[in-house]
Nanobody
């Protein structure tokens, strides 16, 4: 089973950039589609981006399309989320997760999950 650890979060000013990483252990990472989700205080966890196992397909939430880019390096067992033009509404804990089947936008389609990394965007 894949184990996931996110990093790269922090405090950034609006308009700035951050790159999140998700380091995976286990032999199944390169065979797994991967997703990024986020959860703001008092809100449901929401879909941010998805990438197929081979990187051939990516899907984004409308709220981040054109600003965020998901990528992966299967040789390094690492998933990335490049976040540009950050806004205050991007403030949340960001999670990576491996898809186990189902609709890519639903949290129930993913397992396991990382522990999350906090992203705070100041306006």
């Amino acid at each position: 089973q894949v184990q996931l650890v996110e990093s790269g979060g922090g405090l950034v000013q609006a308009g700035g950039s951050l790159r999140l990483s998700c380091a995976a252990s286990g032999r199944t990472f390169s065979n797994s589609g991967m997703g990024w989700f986020r959860q703001a205080p008092g809100k449901e966890r929401e879909f941010v981006a998805y990438i197929e196992w081979n990187g051939d397909r990516t899907v984004y939430a409308d709220s981040v399309k054109g600003r965020f880019t998901v990528s992966r390096d299967n040789a390094q067992n690492t998933l990335y989320l490049q976040m540009n033009s950050l806004k205050s509404e991007d403030t949340a804990v960001y999670y990576c997760a491996a898809i186990r089947g189902g609709i890519i936008y639903y949290t129930s389609s993913y397992h396991p999950w990382g522990q999350g990394t906090q992203v705070t965007v100041s306006s």
